[in-house]
């Protein structure tokens, strides 16, 4: 029998990627200039972002696959029978099948994402792959409150997945205030959490600014997006992409920086940048795994074990209840 997949939507009112053009406003009439990460995810972004995980420079994808590769078995003890897994974000479905597989016959995948047409299609296509599993998707932002549907009725408790190092995008108050809602929302269970950590700067550096250009383009995406969906005329060329490691803050940082003083136009609005004024688009914390210990510990969760691969660069690690 093919089961199909009924998208539930958490925002309250409005699609939650409605946010853009408020947050460009916003971004721009503020000093510093920052604008939220989640904007670079459309079709192009997304896409790009693939591209990202493919490039030489950036190990954090394939490190943390092939942690999952390695530990799938024992990581899966740890996730239990008769668990429902929520997966904040919906971003790769090689991950999630991996743990999957590992599982004895898991019965309910609730993913979350704000992006409600590529949840639909990972869904579908998850849903096709394991005909016995009830995928439940949910539209919504899991970095504000929500609620999830009932669990399922063949589970007994919830585990949290978060791959990806994406927490890192998070400042550290906010991913306090994110471990603290999974928490709730996760109660019996645990949280797989995925997380890139401090290393040498030159390869972190490395990492966001890659030779060919993808991780330029992907930051600079967010303007040509911007340019079609906001009615807005950035000249992109007169942006240049600039990535850095902010030792202090323990972040790589990304920004559109302006090349000469200029004027721009989003939605009827004027605003001007100043040679040399930055667009901050994204960061990136990277942590150690004593950082992680005692988040752990502040927002009620126990640091379980962390796997790490040989040269520390990335580690998975289970937060118990
Ligand atoms: C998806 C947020 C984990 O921070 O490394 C990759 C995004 N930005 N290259 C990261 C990203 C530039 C990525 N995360």
Redesign the pocket.
Known sequence: AHRSTTLFSVSAGKAPTDDFSADMLKALASRPRYLS?KH?YDEQGSSL?DQ?CELPE?Y?TRAELSLLKLHAQEIAEFLGKDVEIVEFGA?SQQKIQLLLDAMDTPHCYVPIDISGSHLAAAAETLQRRYPELDVRPVVGDYTSPLRLPAMHRNCDRRVGFFP???I??LCPSEALTFLKQARHLLRGGGLLLGV?LIKDPAILHA??NDSQGV?AA??RNVLIRANRELDANFEINAFAHS?FFNAPLQR?E?HLMSLRSQRVRVCDQTFSFAQGETLHT???HKYTVDGLRSMAVKTGFELGPVWTDAQNQFCLCWLQI
């Open positions: 990460p670079f972002f990202i950036y954090p971003g990806g190092s994406t890192g995008n890139d990492a966001y991780t992907f930051n990535a790589v990304m994204e960061n990136s």
